[in-house]
């Protein structure tokens, strides 16, 4: 049974910075493409950022010199570093492993406003 948990989340006021961090309960953590998505009101879920068991990372557009997405194989944690927050950063982000099969988390709520 994999388990993910999100934490870090909050209320941000526009420019400023949030850390969110995964703990996965899973064996093989390092054979996992580790990934964080959101959801905003009304909108699909999207990709912000993954990283793959060699480490590559991937970004959204929207995220790019932004947000760095970061992972601990030792200590089985996802991390996503988010500056320079904006209000279109809202929305409930969820930590997501995959290998075969997709995991989530359960999210977190980031709230950009001033």
């Known amino acids: 049974q994999v388990q993910l948990v999100e934490s870090g989340g909050g209320l941000v006021q526009p420019g400023g910075s949030l850390r969110l961090s995964c703990a996965a309960s899973v064996s093989s953590f390092s054979s996992y493409t580790m990934g964080w998505y959101r959801q905003a009101p009304g909108k699909q879920r999207e990709l912000v950022a993954a990283?793959?068991?060699?480490?590559?990372?991937n970004y959204a557009d929207s995220t790019k010199g932004r947000f760095t997405i970061s992972r601990d194989n030792n200590k089985n944690t996802l991390a996503l570093q988010m500056n320079s927050l904006k209000p279109e950063d809202t929305g409930v982000y969820y930590c997501n492993a995959r290998w075969c099969v997709n995991y989530w988390g359960q999210g977190t709520q980031v709230t950009v406003s001033s």
């Open positions: 990283i793959t068991s060699e480490g590559t990372t």
